[in-house]
């Protein structure tokens, strides 16, 4: 299939899915565009919109599942789907007998977050965390692909009571060294291992050639802005008071004092410390800030690719090759914008971790110490 050149005979078809069992039934046709969002970061995984005009409402008891389709400069033809999800719908307009708004999107795992046990549920030791984290879900209609794990939980844990099952499901794949529950088009709950997307061969190359499939433009940001460069931390008790303060004022780092020319604080307050004397306990001050200045200074390079739709995945690795903007970045899809309208268009963000790598300089002090 040919994702980049001409697209003829563009369509959008909005399918109503029957609840719970997910069966296809009719069209509807009353749905006239609308936009999906999805992102790594959220609850539901994937959120939207739809507007719609004619003479019913869509209902919003069953999903429904959008598609997209077109036929390539070759003749081949392609339809697929984009997302599937639950309608909320806000006001409606009436004029005689026609209704015209527009409802919200929600992905499948709405159904899980929206419900939980009602009571505190503790889980024994020895409990299979991906096993048992898929039952839950689909004892509530869902359907799950797990992959297989071995993973059971060493010592007993109890959920509160206002928990939702999506939130204990969640904490189940964590302890496995999972990913949190995702949603694939079709609105199948999916739970794999954690693997980060650049350690992945990128399932997809935006390049500024023949082949391209986006927009001369794309947007580039970080969290330089938002990195501390200095860290210092404050331990007290009945015997000592310490201060310790870790710096990066390393000239190659984009967030060091040097670069920016001021400092970018964090600063706290240590209520556990180890050692059996104030030296001993400032140096572990001292370790302490370091590795709080390091865990804080991942920077994260982020990229958004504007283009026609391309059936990605939130959590695949993409590249990014505009040789005329001089940018090369490979980087996971953490977040998929589509508007249902002519191509699709798209928005991909995609974010590159660069480990921290500068040189950390501490010092400390033992500020007063009662020695009585």
Known sequence: MRWHGNRYHEHWTFRRVKWPGMEEAEDY?????????????????????IDYEGSTVPDEDDAVRVYYGFTDDAGESWEGPVVTGFLELGETDLDGSLVSGSADLSGMLTVAASTGPGYPLTLPAGTPTVETAAGFLRALGLVVNAAPSSHRLSSAHTFERDEKWLGIANWLLSAADFGSADTDAWGTVQMQPYVEPTERTPSWTF?????????????VRDNRADTPNVVRLWYEDDNVGLYAEARNDDPRSAASTVTRRREHQLD??????????????????????????????TRIDYVEVHGLFIPSRVGECGLLDYREAGVEQLGGITAKDVEFGLGGETTHTMRRLLRPDFKVTTAGEVVWRNDA
Not at 29 to 49: N, R, V
Not at 207 to 219: K, M, Q
Not at 281 to 294: F, I
């Open 29 to 49: 046709g009353q749905i006239t565009g609308g936009k999906s969002s999805e992102s790594q970061f959220k609850e539901l995984k994937a959120t939207g919109s």
């Open 207 to 219: 390049r500024d050639d023949e082949t391209s499939v986006f927009f001369p433009s794309v947007t």
């Open 268 to 297: 706290d307050e240590v209520t556990e410390l180890s050692g059996d004397t104030p030296e001993k306990m400032l140096e572990a001050l001292k370790a302490a800030a370091r590795k709080r200045l390091l865990d804080n200074s």
